[in-house]
């Protein structure tokens, strides 16, 4: 069993060497605040998107993702159809981009960073054992990851509401969705990404080309905004819940192969 | 840094092993990779306070060694244990009972030199003013407290090698295995390290050395193995390793020419030959050592006549004895 203090030890001393890198730091803030200020401000500041007769003209060809929300939006306006649609449904994949990048950017520079940099070695000199080197460094990708994801989603909220406010009368975030969305399947998300990272960094020599790879994971969020759009899923409660179940899974078999592929004398052999 | 006795072992232990035990030994030890025998059935033993020194040439097999000792990798044929610990069963145990310098200084560069010596110590279980105490006497011992809220990215390579070594040493491992500890270095940074190293020895630690350096293996190791292509091509004293490679010669200075002053020293019991050496005599010795054949061959030589100026044993340097037992395995390694 992995000695949690000693786990710990790993993560402070990661978070510690992440945090002075502005090459890790820059994209784990900037992407968040892209979703969750830029683009919904966008829409808040620029009435074009969301008000009058092109609201309704932009809603055009969106009949199969509107169908399933007819109930919903039964009696809204067309700008306040606009801006419920794009905030609540819309976004949410896209919003799952956030825990995805932060954590394999980390991910990949816990793991394939420290080969690069030749500290590795050192590292696996001491009694710390692999699974408390593996939790260490799976919790500094995660947690940072996890509590970016949240502050862009009380920011995300925030500027919504303001939105929504006026429109609306009422706060349209948080909602059981996005509640279900952030502490639901973000972490289960985050995870598979991390889970993902250690079994591609296991192979690799270098942190770019980790993360390189691991982008690939952002092909599945994608996958989610086209199929929303084209009304083969929306995030309501059921479908979450059913990903997050299928994340889980995920998880597991990431992590069994990311697990697999951490020895000591692979890691130091494929490093050389 | 000086070479005159600075404390860096706190304490020294002998782990699980019986009185007497070697405190490094490998038996048959064997790793292949592949298709490549990177190290082949090599079998030797460190007694406590040696210097050990491991030499060969780059891609002999000598980290190959230090990793499977270190249970950072695992024999495939062969048993070795550290500290009284099997490195195939006690992987943990053997790394809390050594300290290893890795080949490259495998320091975090963003983080200061104070912050690279707390985690480590933090992760052999070090705490509370044990851990800073023991810190603070590395760093100043090292010359490096001044600097110790700069970050390593600032420091020299001299710094970052003594920053490593006090890294290893930072929870007093009674076993170091040091990896090439001077390569890369200045003259000046590398008569610190070889200092350091001839302290601890001192101190009671013992030393594995892998090193190309055979200068600062002659100065600091007891006894040396050297390998080539994984294996071993002899084990012994530096003074062993150049009496195999030719034998000593004691050099007679005489004040004129040897003429049958030669013939005289070749009578007196266990000299092998005598050969002269412009107004010199060159003696070798059958069997006897050198050093008690030396009076007795002076003795005949001024009994003969001889006026003699100088008298001195002259052995092969380890680098001369390396380079003749290796012979032509240099280029193939």
Known sequence: ?272 | MSGTGRVYMQQATSGNRAPGMPVIAADGLTKVFGKLTAVDRLSFEVMEGEVFGLLGPNGAGKTTVIRMLASLILPTEGRATVGGHDVRKEGEKVRQAIGVLTENPSLYERLTAYENLEFYAEAYGMTGDAKRGRIRHLLESFDLWQRRDSRVATFSKGMKQKLAIARAMVHSPSILLLDEPTTGLDPESAKEIKDMIGDLSRQGGTILLSTHRLGDAEKLCSRAMIIAKGRCIVIGSPEELGDMASPPVLRIGLRGPPGKIAEAARQVPGVRGVAADGSALLVTSEGRDLEELAPEVVKGVVLAGGAVSSVSISRPTLEEAYLKLMGGRIGDA
Do not use: H
């Open chain 1, 1 to 272: 069993m992995p000695r949690l203090g000693r786990a710990f030890l790993v993560f402070k001393k990661d978070w510690r060497e992440i945090s002075r890198n502005w090459q890790i730091m820059a994209p784990i803030f900037t992407v968040p605040l892209v979703f969750a200020i830029v683009i919904p401000a966008v829409m808040v500041f620029i009435p074009n998107i969301t008000s009058g007769s092109n609201a309704i003209d932009n809603l055009q060809g969106l009949e199969n993702f509107l169908g399933p929300l007819s109930e919903e939006i039964r009696g809204m306006t067309g700008r306040q159809v606009m801006v419920y649609v794009m905030t609540l449904y819309f976004f949410a994949p896209l919003f799952l981009i956030i825990p995805i990048m932060a954590s394999s950017v980390i991910a990949s520079d816990s793991f394939a960073g420290e080969k690069e940099r030749k500290t590795i070695e050192a590292l696996l000199t001491t009694p710390l054992s692999d699974s408390e080197l593996i939790l260490g460094k799976i919790a500094v990708s995660f947690v940072p990851a996890m509590v970016t994801t949240v502050i862009a989603f009380a920011l995300y909220s925030a500027v919504v509401d303001v939105l929504a406010l006026p429109l609306f009368g009422r706060l349209l975030l948080p909602n059981f969705s996005w509640l279900l969305l952030i502490f639901g399947l973000a972490p289960t998300v985050s995870l598979a990404a991390i889970g993902l990272t250690i079994a591609i960094s296991a192979r690799v020599k270098g942190f770019r080309e980790a993360q390189q790879i691991s982008g690939l994971l952002l092909l599945p969020v994608l996958a989610l905004v086209f199929g929303q759009i084209s009304g083969a899923i929306i995030f309501g409660p059921l479908v979450l819940a059913g990903m997050i179940a299928v994340f889980a899974l995920v998880d597991a078999a990431a992590f069994y192969l990311g697990l697999r592929s951490f020895r000591r004398e692979e890691i130091l052999i494929r490093s050389a």
